[in-house]
């Protein structure tokens, strides 16, 4: 398997995150809560709610780590919880055979009536809910998006590069134990090369979208040493990108680290020791602090 990378160096112990504002990002969240809020009131009928639910809750996450760097306090572990819910659930409504499905949304029995093709149900958007599933360490939400067929997040979505789907049913594959995880574990890491990026520019794909991959690669192969320098890549590319130029740095998606922050749960969980320490991985969540707080 080969692909472009801007360079490798050994792991460092720690990498510090970029320096955000934490009172001027404190100002933001109740804004975003309201906003997430009204989104909540109509989401089991409303697609333009469910689509803003998505789009929120995981914003609200995000910048909860702002003040929150360790993710140690109750309201961001009930944060990233509800951007889980949130995320299954739009997933969930998708099935073909029932007129509706119910999940639990912040605390409360939701009675979601089942969607058709809409527009927010792409692979980029299954693939969050996948990586939040796993920092929740949500067993039966992984079981149900990985019966998600790829042909219909293809059916949903717009353009995406081919990287997506391959990445997609590499990880589908993964979770459910399939003799078919090589193949697409290969073709996921030969599409994720920067010559083959046609949607998102060569170095969203080089520095974002490339190294989670590398990471399961090194996971599946149970090496220690691999996996954390590829963890290190990661977050440092993470860094770089989403601190290349100021407008960049204002985006709340550079807070976190997610797609790494959720292969290094995986790893934690199932033996393999993390040796990087980072604010763009919040240490409550790597760790699973809240484990048995809350009913997800």
């Known amino acids: 398997?080969?692909?472009?990378?801007?360079?490798?160096?050994?792991?460092?112990?720690?990498?510090?995150?970029?320096?955000?504002?934490?009172?001027?990002?404190?100002?933001?969240?109740?804004?975003?809560?309201?906003?997430?809020?009204?989104?909540?009131?109509?989401?089991?009928i409303s697609h333009n709610s469910r689509s803003g639910a998505v789009m929120r809750s995981l914003n609200v996450a995000l910048v909860r780590c702002v003040g929150d760097p360790t993710a140690g306090m109750?309201?961001?572990?009930?944060?990233?919880?509800?951007?889980?819910?949130?995320?299954?659930?739009?997933?969930?409504?998708?099935?073909?055979?029932?007129?509706?499905?119910?999940?639990?949304?912040?605390?409360?029995?939701?009675?979601?009536?089942?969607?058709?093709?809409?527009?927010?149900?792409?692979?980029?958007?299954?693939?969050?809910?996948?990586?939040?599933?796993?920092?929740?360490?949500?067993?039966?939400?992984?079981?149900?998006?990985?019966?998600i067929p790829v042909s219909l997040l293809r059916d949903f979505?717009?353009?995406?590069?081919?990287?997506?789907?391959?990445?997609v049913e590499t990880l589908q594959s993964f979770w459910l134990r399939r003799d078919?995880?090589?193949?697409?574990?290969?073709?996921?890491?030969?599409?994720?090369?920067?010559?083959?990026?046609?949607?998102?520019?060569?170095?969203?794909?080089?520095?974002?979208r490339y190294p989670p991959i590398m990471m399961l690669y090194h996971y599946l192969r149970n090496?220690?040493?691999?996996?954390?320098?590829?963890?290190?890549?990661?977050v440092r590319w993470h860094k770089e990108y989403w601190t290349a130029d100021e407008d960049r740095a204002a985006q709340v998606h550079g807070i976190v680290a997610l797609a790494p922050l959720a292969i290094a749960c995986l790893a934690k969980a199932n033996?393999?020791?993390v040796e990087l320490e980072s604010e763009y991985l919040p240490e409550a969540l790597l760790d699973f602090l809240w484990r048995g707080e809350l009913d997800a």
């Not at 720690?14 to 989104?39: F, G």
């Open 223 to 234: 090496d220690v040493a691999g996996f954390n320098n590829a963890l290190a890549d990661a």
């Open 271 to 273: 033996g393999i020791p």
């Open 157 to 167: 979505g717009g353009a995406l590069d081919e990287y997506t789907y391959a990445w």
């Open 180 to 208: 078919d995880l090589q193949t697409h574990l290969v073709r996921a890491v030969d599409l994720s090369s920067a010559e083959h990026a046609r949607v998102i520019d060569a170095e969203e794909m080089t520095k974002l």
């Open 74 to 147: 109750l309201e961001t572990w009930e944060s990233w919880l509800l951007a889980m819910q949130v995320h299954s659930a739009v997933f969930a409504a998708t099935a073909p055979d029932q007129e509706t499905v119910t999940c639990k949304i912040r605390q409360e029995e939701r009675h979601l009536a089942t969607t058709g093709r809409q527009t927010y149900l792409h692979a980029d958007t299954w693939l969050d809910a996948f990586y939040l599933a796993v920092i929740c360490r949500e067993a039966a939400r992984l079981d149900m998006l990985a019966q």
């Open 1 to 44: 398997m080969t692909n472009s990378s801007p360079g490798a160096e050994r792991w460092a112990v720690s990498l510090p995150r970029y320096d955000y504002q934490k009172d001027e990002w404190a100002t933001v969240v109740p804004v975003m809560e309201r906003s997430l809020s009204y989104s909540l009131e109509e989401i089991e």
